[in-house]
């Protein structure tokens, strides 16, 4: 939670994230000031950061109900990173790609029932890495299709220079549609500030 918070004090702050590993050796006047109004805006948001490990659904469902039951007419999101961590039944016996299956489908039933957004990060196969093109494909979730037909939204990031050394493209992300139920798919393309750990509108880097 603490690394978590700090990476969201230098996005919201525009802080160095070099400098946040030791402020006391590190901040100016300007970074205490950036850091103090970050964090008073984090602190104005109404984010509740669970980080206990190895959870099941049934775990991450009773805090989303407890957090929808005090806030009944608010929009509710569940952020999970990532989904191959939550622990499973254990129905399954070794059969991880029915376990994440099980997983992908209990989540769903979740954000019907609590009408709220989930978000789940998920790893990606290796493939990626023996292809000469590593931009991500919907083959490439890791485990099971169950995600590609659970999900309403799957986007993947790419970043060129991260790959290719040698690329021209620098700092820029790829946010790759693959897939929309109620909208098109494409490519949306953002810079990305390493330093403040955090994507931007190309036209504000731009200005």
């Known amino acids: 939670t603490n690394d978590l918070l700090k990476r969201m004090i230098c996005a919201e702050g525009n802080i160095d994230a070099a400098k946040m590993r030791s402020p006391m050796q590190f901040f100016n006047n300007e970074d205490w000031s950036k850091s103090a109004m970050a964090m008073g805006t984090i602190n104005g948001l109404d984010i509740y950061i669970d980080d206990e490990a190895t959870q099941s659904v049934g775990d ?30 254990g129905k399954h016996g070794n059969n991880r790609q029915q376990e994440v299956a099980e997983i992908s489908r209990s989540l769903k039933l979740m954000a019907r029932k609590l009408d709220c957004t989930v978000i789940a990060l998920s790893q990606l196969s290796r493939a990626v890495e023996s292809r000469q093109d590593k931009r991500p494909m919907m083959s490439d979730l890791r485990e099971t299709g169950a995600i590609e037909q659970d999900a309403d939204l799957i986007a993947f990031l790419y970043r060129d220079d991260y790959y290719n050394k040698d690329s021209e493209i620098k700092n820029m992300i790829e946010v790759i549609i693959g897939k929309q139920r109620n909208g098109p798919i494409g490519t949306v393309e953002l810079a990305f500030v390493k330093e403040f750990n955090k994507f931007v509108d190309l036209e504000r880097v731009a200005r």
């Open 60 to 89: 991450i469902y009773r805090t989303a109900n407890e957090l929808r039951k005090e806030n009944s007419d608010r929009d509710l999101v569940v952020i999970i990173d990532y989904l191959q961590l939550i622990k499973g039944s």
